[in-house]
Structure formats: structure tokens, C-alpha cells
């Protein structure tokens, strides 16, 4: 005789349905971060492009940054479905004349012997030193202090002129 005894299968328990995304109304805001969205997009790209080696040259770096840039696109697309129809239109119509870079708003660090200047300051004091300029009596500035100060500082002044080059009597 045998013992078995009849096994019932567990229940299978349905699977819950998939939560439907909802379509939020866009502002000017989150459209702007939409395309930092696609801007990171773009530069996880460019990077997989331009620094392969490097990233194949560290353990698993190579398979990280392609799951990275899986991860994003996946969520990407999904946030995209959150965006009312004609808002995608609009936005599919702007890409192709956009261009996002990525760049430093202040340095990190400067050394003790560098100054940052801003480039509208920079314009006034280009201004003042040709004003001063206009007072030397040289015929050229090519043998100036001042002059390779700002050629040090500057390869073309704001005039499109080398400050070696300025000839002071033609000004």
C-alpha cells in the first residue's frame, strides 16, 4: 500500500495589471529637464564612443556603463509617456536644432597665483588700456608692457587685433 498522498497545485495567483502611467501637464520647467534628460542620454553615448578603451580597461566598467545607459534610456522612455501628446510633438520638432553641452559654471580651483576675471570685465579693462594706449608715443605696441600683458592674457583683443600689432598713430 502505498502512502502518497494527492498533492493540490497552489493557487496561481493572478499577476496584478500594470499600473497605467498618467499623462502630467508639462511647463516650460519640465520640458527643460526633459532635455537635460536627453542630453545625458547623449554624452553616456558619446562617451561609450570616445572612451571605450578606458572603460573596457576597468573590471566590469565596460558592462556598468552599458547597463547605465540601458537603465536611462528605459527610464526615459517611460517618463516620455507621462508627457501629453502635442507637448511630444513640439518637443520632437525642437530637437534637431538643439545642442546641449556639458560645462563647468566655476572652476574647481584656481592656483594662489591665478585670477578669474569675468569677460565683461575683461571688455572693461581692454577698453581702459586702449584709452591709455592712446597716450604712448610709440608707433607700435609690439615692445609694450601693458601690450604682453594682454597678449599673454588674450590671443586677439576684442577688435580682432593682436595688442602686439595695434599701430597707436592709426587708431
Known amino acids: 500500500m502505498s502512502n502518497e498522498t494527492t ?19 508639462c511647463n516650460r520647467d519640465d ?12 554624452e553616456f553615448e558619446k562617451c561609450a564612443n570616445q572612451m571605450e578603451h578606458r572603460f573596457r580597461a576597468v573590471p566590469g566598467g565596460w558592462r556598468d556603463l552599458k547597463m547605465l545607459i540601458s537603465v536611462l534610456d528605459s527610464l526615459v522612455e517611460r517618463v516620455l509617456m507621462t508627457v501629453p501628446v502635442d ?4 518637443i520632437r520638432r525642437m530637437i534637431p536644432g538643439m545642442l546641449y553641452k556639458t560645462y563647468y559654471a566655476r572652476p574647481a580651483s584656481v592656483e594662489k597665483d ?10 572693461v579693462l581692454c577698453d581702459y588700456a586702449h584709452e591709455q594706449c592712446k597716450l604712448c608715443d610709440r608707433k607700435s605696441c609690439g615692445g609694450c608692457k601693458l601690450g604682453k600683458v594682454f597678449d599673454s592674457i ?7 587685433r593682436t595688442w602686439a600689432t ?5 587708431q
Open 154 to 160: 588674450l590671443t586677439y583683443d576684442r577688435d580682432g
Open 114 to 123: 591665478q585670477t578669474l576675471i569675468l569677460n565683461e570685465q575683461l571688455d
Open 7 to 25: 498533492k493540490t497545485p497552489a493557487p496561481v495567483e493572478a499577476k496584478p495589471a500594470k499600473k497605467k502611467v498618467p499623462v502630467i501637464r
Open 31 to 42: 520640458i527643460n529637464r526633459l532635455f537635460g534628460l536627453f542630453a545625458a542620454q547623449a
Open 87 to 90: 507637448k511630444l510633438a513640439g
Open 166 to 170: 595695434i599701430d597707436i598713430e592709426g
